[in-house]
Nanobody, 119 residues
Framework: QVQLVESGGGLVQPGGSLRLSCAASGSIFSINVMGWYRQNPGKERELVARISGVTTNYADSVKGRFTISRDNAKNTVYLQMDSLKPEDTAVYYC??????????????WGKGTLVTVSS
């Protein structure tokens, strides 16, 4: 199994920045995709960003403001969040998808870290 631990959430003013981290441990898949989702009360969880190899994908609402990156040696993914807006307030969840010839894609989730953007 894979365990995911997120960190870096907190309270920040509009226009400020935060960097989220997610470290994966356990039975790491040699091929994997990592990303970030977020969820507000009463709304469905939505994709924020993901990274597969050198390819990245972002939600339209965060393009140009957020940057996802990963350190494969540390099995860690990062989300640099700049120019934060109140609507970015949410619980952010780390997502990990592992691939092998038996299971295909297997999803794992972190417990989430709260980001609050407010004056």
């Amino acid at each position: 199994q894979v365990q995911l631990v997120e960190s870096g959430g907190g309270l920040v003013q509009p226009g400020g920045s935060l960097r989220l981290s997610c470290a994966a441990s356990g039975s790491i898949f040699s091929i994997n995709v990592m990303g970030w989702y977020r969820q507000n009360p009463g709304k469905e969880r939505e994709l924020v960003a993901r990274i597969s190899g050198v390819t990245t994908n972002y939600a339209d609402s965060v393009k140009g403001r957020f940057t996802i990156s990963r350190d494969n040696a540390k099995n860690t993914v990062y989300l640099q969040m700049d120019s934060l807006k109140p609507e970015d307030t949410a619980v952010y969840y780390c997502n990990y998808v592992g691939y092998d010839r038996f299971s295909g894609g297997v999803d794992y989730w972190g417990k989430g870290t709260l980001v609050t953007v407010s004056s």
